[in-house]
């Protein structure tokens, strides 16, 4: 015969296995949280090489982006934790820390955001396969997001196409991009 604490905590179980998260969902929200990770530490690195290269500008932007995607990461991993599973920390590879050019390194800064924004939408539709419509909601502002990031590397991508090898252009444009800001406007929402 079951007691009625018994009875209690049976009923919880039964919630909380109700709450978590389906097992494919949880893994590709860890799978996201190494993107958002290894997008942090590959723009730390671009902000090493600009610092050392003389594009102050660019290493200051690039520092702070790299923040952006520090909290990028930490949003799915609190929201993984708050739905009763637990966020996997990821071992990271060494990210690339090589740049012939300031062009080159937003080129692969776009390619990135294009790898992400890919990732996203890949999650999205799982979470509407699953139909985890808590999850795919979280995701709405990810969507938001990759696209203000792949506006804003394009625009800066067309800048330095303009620029071209002018000396004069390009120590305007890394005194300026520094005050770009990268906290979008679905970010403040967030806050
Ligand atoms: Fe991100
Ligand atoms: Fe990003």
Redesign the pocket.
Known sequence: MTTQLEEDFSFKQRKNTRTMLIKGIEEALNNQILLESE?SQTYLAMACWAETNGFDGTSGFMYAHSDE?RG?MLKIVKYINERGSRAIIPELPQPKDDYKTLLEVFENLLEH?VA?TNSINELVFKTLEAKDYTTHNFLQWYVSEQTE?EALARSILDKLKMIGNDKGGMYLFDRDVESIQVTSAASLQAK
Do not use: G, I, Q, T
Request: hydrophobic share 15%.
């Open positions: 997008s995607e990028h955001e992400v990031e």
